[in-house]
Every structure is written in structure tokens, then in C-alpha cells.
């Protein structure tokens, strides 16, 4: 019996003759010839991990399962998954020391979890990067043709319908937003206040500064405050005052953030970080098979969920909805 071992593509594979060398060899390379969608994967994913923190480490769980998953899929055989290894960047020394040793390794590709992870990398023009749990990547990113990811925002859309079903005594709906900078973002809201027939009623501020005016001038004329991801508006004092008219005006606030959902939001439409740390792994095979992270835009997360804060809840005198469907 004679037995031959060989790396496809950072898939371990085993093979076991009772045939001469030759002939075991000859079967060998007919296996791995039937794996052409396989022999871009390279032997190494490198997975940067902004901290210790429970998100993260349930998004690097859900990552190194879907890679798991892939790797078996891709084979259609049994398969020992490629070189996964974890690098911890809060751990590190410095930022520099954190950069060399990513460096160092040289790995084929780099799944980044949260913002410091990216950070690091934003200048590896030349190794494929998948990002999740990015705030705002575009920031980080600008337009790198190397980088895909999973967004950490739940479709606008999405956000309203889920709170229109927790909440269906909602008919008037107010937000306040920059007009620049969250122009898109605006837009996107207002559609789909238009789709789910919802009044919108949007206050433009110039300022931070501006929010708490405006803010009382929506209270008595809205049943929901939306909270948007704009980076202008999310301020310390901007939101501590939107939380605390909340409740003074008994108006629920509507989020895009388990931060803000924990500190006074009524409730929120969230990714689960497992989930997307699955959905960030189903890119990550598809590059590793050779498509380009130009060809894949960012997707938002697959299945995020209804949450919400039981305490505000109860405060408000709301009825709880039922927190386990999806959007």
C-alpha cells in the first residue's frame, strides 16, 4: 500500500494506493485536476481582530466556520480547511508592530473585524481584504479595489419595515440629518418612508449643535425618532439629548446601533455578528477561488433581527413585539 499527500490550493488532501507509485501519483493529480475552482485558494487567511471584545469574537467564530464550511464545499471531498490563523491586534505592542507582523506573513488573504483591524491593512494594495464590523469603511478605505466586506448597517428599508410591524400605531416619522454629508442617506430614508406609506418629517441640521432644537421642534408631531448612522449628527451631546427627549416627549427612538440601543433607544434592526462573520467567509471563498474584490460589492448584513431595550420599552408603555422574526 502506498500513500501520497498533497496541498491543493490550501486544501490538505490524502490519497491511499495499493497500485505502483507511478499509478498512485497519475490518481493524485487526476483528483486535484477535477478541482479547478479550488486551485486559487492559497494556504494561509489571515484574520485581524480589532479586540476582545464579545462581537468580534463572535464574528471571528462565524468566520472561521464558513471558511470551514467553504473549504468543504469547494473540494466536494473530504478536506482538511486551510491555514487559518488570528492575530489580535489589541494585543500587539503598537500599531507598527501589529502592520510588521501582518506583513511578515505574508498571508493571501486578510479578514479584518472592526475598525483598527482595517486600519492596519488599508494600504496592502495587493492582498485581497474582507472587512466586517466597519462602521464607516469608506472612511477608512476610500476606494481600495482590493477590499470587499459585509456593512454593519441594515438597509434603511429594512430598519423602518421591521419598526412599522414592532410598532404599527406609527404613522409619522422624524429624523434629523446633515444635508451634505448624509444626502444619500436622506434620500434612501425618505423612499422608503414612501414605500411603507409613513410620513416622514426630516430636520436639516448645519451644526452638531443644532440637534436638541430641532429635536423639540419634531416632538409633538412624530410617533418615531430615527436615528441614522451620520457620523455629524451621532455625537455624544446630540444623541444624550435625542435619548433623553425620548423619553421626556414618550416618542421611541428607532437606531442603527446596539450602543445606542443599550444607552436609551427603544429598539433597533441589528446584524448578528456570527452571521456575519458567515457571510464574510462566503466572500472570502469566492476570492480565494479567484474572483476579484472589485468584482463583489459590500454586501449588508443577511439576517439581521429586531432588538430592543426592555427598560425604555416598558417606560414608553409599549407592548413588546415579538424580537426573533427578521426584517
Known amino acids: ?3 501520497a499527500s498533497a496541498v491543493a490550493g490550501g486544501l490538505r488532501l490524502a490519497v491511499t494506493a495499493t497500485v505502483p507509485m507511478p499509478r498512485a501519483l497519475a490518481a493524485l493529480l487526476f483528483i486535484l485536476a477535477l ?13 485581524l481582530q480589532a479586540a476582545t471584545l464579545e462581537p468580534y469574537a463572535q464574528a471571528r467564530a462565524g468566520v472561521e466556520a464558513g471558511l470551514a464550511e467553504a473549504a468543504r464545499a469547494q473540494a466536494g471531498v473530504s478536506v482538511e480547511p486551510f491555514q487559518v490563523e488570528t492575530i489580535l491586534v489589541s494585543d500587539q505592542e503598537s500599531p507598527v508592530a501589529a502592520r510588521e507582523a501582518v506583513a511578515g506573513r505574508r498571508p493571501a488573504l486578510v479578514v ?28 477608512i478605505l476610500n476606494s481600495a479595489a482590493n477590499a470587499t466586506g459585509v456593512l454593519l448597517d441594515v438597509p434603511l428599508a429594512d430598519q423602518l419595515a421591521a419598526a412599522g410591524r414592532a410598532l404599527p400605531a406609527v404613522k409619522r416619522v422624524g429624523l434629523v440629518c446633515n444635508p451634505t454629508r448624509s444626502a444619500a442617506l436622506l434620500a434612501d ?24 432644537h430641532l429635536v423639540d421642534q419634531l416632538a409633538g408631531t412624530v410617533d418615531l425618532f430615527w436615528m441614522l448612522p451620520d457620523p455629524f449628527i451621532t455625537t455624544s451631546e446630540s444623541v444624550e439629548y435625542l435619548l433623553s ?4 416627549y414618550r416618542i421611541p427612538v428607532l437606531t442603527f446601533s446596539a450602543k445606542f440601543l443599550q444607552t436609551g433607544a427603544a429598539l ?3 446584524a448578528e455578528p456570527a452571521a456575519m462573520g458567515e457571510q464574510a467567509a462566503r466572500l472570502a ?27 425604555v420599552w416598558q417606560r414608553l408603555e409599549l407592548l413588546a413585539p415579538d424580537q426573533e422574526k427578521s426584517p
Open 189 to 212: 430614508a425618505r423612499d422608503a418612508a414612501k414605500r411603507l406609506g409613513l410620513e416622514l418629517r426630516a430636520q436639516l441640521a448645519a451644526e452638531p449643535g443644532d440637534t436638541p
Open 112 to 139: 479584518a473585524i472592526g475598525s483598527s483591524a482595517l486600519a492596519l491593512v488599508k494600504d496592502f494594495s495587493t492582498t485581497p481584504i474582507v472587512y466586517l464590523l466597519v462602521p464607516f469603511p469608506s472612511s
Open 245 to 248: 427627549a425620548s423619553l421626556r
Open 1 to 3: 500500500m502506498i500513500g
Open 268 to 270: 433597533a434592526v441589528l
Open 285 to 311: 471563498a469566492r476570492i480565494l477561488a479567484g474572483a476579484s474584490p472589485a468584482s463583489l460589492p459590500a454586501e449588508p448584513p443577511a439576517k439581521p433581527r429586531l432588538r430592543i431595550n426592555p427598560t
Open 35 to 47: 478541482l479547478p475552482a479550488a486551485s486559487g485558494w492559497a494556504a494561509e487567511v489571515l484574520i
